[in-house]
């Protein structure tokens, strides 16, 4: 299958994770962020009739999370796993001793659509580890833009998760690409990456994000 984007040992796939990924081989590493089953996009789009939810576009992208034998599959061509939103996939993962907890440093005290803090799961042997990385309508570190795909992660806080999986590393595959934050943290440290995504227009941004020069957002 040709790739959607293929340059500098970044590559992004349009379709089916689960059909395209197999066949692939092995990856070093798994850093994604699938989507939960809990209709955020349709809660969005309900608060978007009272109070507008500026550059975002919803709609049914998170109604139906991954099954276990995706998740299996997913675990089974990997050394190293980091799965954020893993609380909503407890049933479907083994115990953990090292989560990672993004604070997301929010002033709003519960009054934001979304949490003050994310967690996710990995297959490290080692101690939970937090980063604050300031995230919450325009106060952002770092001044990273935010892009029209309602869960965007911040680069930086990407880039810190790859730094916790350890020496090695050299491939790393994402088959829930989204906006394609996690592909950007493997070029600026020098990893090949593969980024899958179901749907173009989130293709078709990760693309233009990767062709455009990385910055360095740090990690605070």
């Known amino acids: 299958m040709k790739p959607y984007y293929d340059h500098d040992g970044i590559q992004i796939y349009h379709g089916n994770s689960e ?38 576009i919803l709609g049914s992208w998170d109604a139906k999370r991954p099954s276990q ?30 989560w990672l ?17 994310e967690l996710a799961w990995t297959s490290l042997d080692a101690n939970v ?29 990407m880039t810190w998760a790859l730094s916790l999986m350890g020496g090695g590393m050299k491939t790393i595959l994402d088959p829930y690409m989204g906006s394609g934050s996690s592909l950007l943290a493997c070029k600026k440290l020098r990893l090949q990456a593969v980024g899958i995504e179901a749907e173009e227009r ?3 941004m990760a693309a233009l994000r990767l062709s455009q020069e990385v910055f360095d957002w740090g990690e605070a």
């Open 19 to 56: 059909e395209i990924a197999i066949g692939m081989g092995r990856f070093d590493g798994l850093l994604t962020d699938p989507p939960y089953g809990i209709g955020v996009g349709a809660k969005l789009m309900g608060a978007s009739k009272t109070r507008p939810v500026t550059n975002m």
């Open 69 to 98: 034998n995706i998740f299996d599959l997913f675990i089974g061509m990997t050394d190293r796993q980091v799965i954020w939103g893993g609380n909503y996939f407890a049933d479907m993962l083994p115990p953990s001793r090292c």
């Open 101 to 117: 907890v993004w604070h997301k440093r929010s002033e709003a005290n519960g009054q934001t659509d979304f949490a003050d803090a």
């Open 129 to 157: 580890r937090v980063i604050v990385h300031e995230w919450n309508g325009f106060r952002r570190a770092g001044g990273e833009d935010r892009y029209p795909h309602p869960t965007q992660k911040p680069v930086g806080v």
């Open 202 to 204: 989130f293709c078709e």
